[in-house]
């Protein structure tokens, strides 16, 4: 039976990866990794460096693929993204049957942590045969934007609140919480929110050369994010970023 392990491997800094990590890596004998097209080769390089920093054993074979493509003009957004998995899937499977057969342990590399706002474990779930499902924790990018700012994310016997930045859009802020933490927001959805008594911490590329972070009042620091998102953006094809947001009496 084949076992697939899905290895979180931070969010940009080999020194981030875990000694269970490393572990699993030199235990595989295939490496799926993906390329996200030009714009993000440098995810796709991320992998290859770790691959060639810690890989001791022999045997183990690479094999790179192209990602399929979300469709983001379908008006459903949730069959969108199950299409898209499904488009996953058969790409995983396709690439795992031309290099190992039916047998042996495949590794994917995620950038992050495989259980918190990403969906290889999802995705995962969809081959046929199912594989046994092996995940290995990582640095997850909430970790990585807290210890960037030096914050703690919760305030005393507080709870707090992640989600994405479409919903953040759509619905406004969220009742019953002063602590936001926004992923996965294409835009810049904190501009939808009335600015007064609101603090902002965000980060993109973090773990990475290119790290940026700023921090501050949103009404102050808000209009220099949007800038310096849309710089960094035209200058690497592509951005990654987070925030936390809090609410002040």
């Known amino acids: 039976m084949m076992t697939l392990s899905l290895i979180g491997i931070g969010c940009g800094d080999p020194g981030q990866l875990t000694r269970a990590a490393i572990g699993a890596i030199n235990t595989a004998d295939l490496i799926l990794i993906p390329r996200k097209g030009a714009a993000k080769s440098d995810l796709a390089d991320l992998r290859r460096t770790i ?28 069959k969108g993204v199950d299409d898209w998995h499904d488009a996953v899937a058969a790409t995983w499977s396709r ?46 990018s909430i970790q990585a934007l807290c210890a960037a700012h030096a914050l703690p994310l919760n305030d005393i016997g507080e709870p707090f609140l992640v989600t994405t930045g479409r ?26 929110l ?34 310096a998102r849309q710089d960094a953006r035209e200058r690497n094809g592509w951005i990654m970023d987070s925030y936390i947001l809090k609410r002040r009496p």
């Open 167 to 192: 919903r953040l859009r759509e619905g406004g802020w969220p009742e019953g919480v002063d602590t936001v933490v926004v992923m996965l927001d294409g835009g810049t959805a904190f501009q939808s």
């Open 51 to 78: 691959c060639t920093d810690v890989l001791i054993s022999g045997t183990t074979r690479i094999a790179e693929f192209d990602l399929p493509v979300r469709d983001a003009g379908e008006a459903d957004y949730h």
């Open 95 to 140: 690439t795992i049957a031309d290099h190992l057969g039916p047998g042996g342990k495949v590794a994917l590399l995620i950038w992050g942590d495989p259980s918190l706002y990403d969906s290889s474990l999802r995705i995962a779930r969809r081959l046929n045969p199912l594989p046994e499902i092996e995940v290995v924790p990582g640095i997850t």
């Open 194 to 227: 009335d600015p007064e008594g609101l603090q902002i911490w965000w980060g993109a590329y973090l773990g990475m050369a290119d790290q940026i972070i700023l921090s501050g009042a949103l009404t102050e620091v808000g209009p220099r994010i949007v800038a």
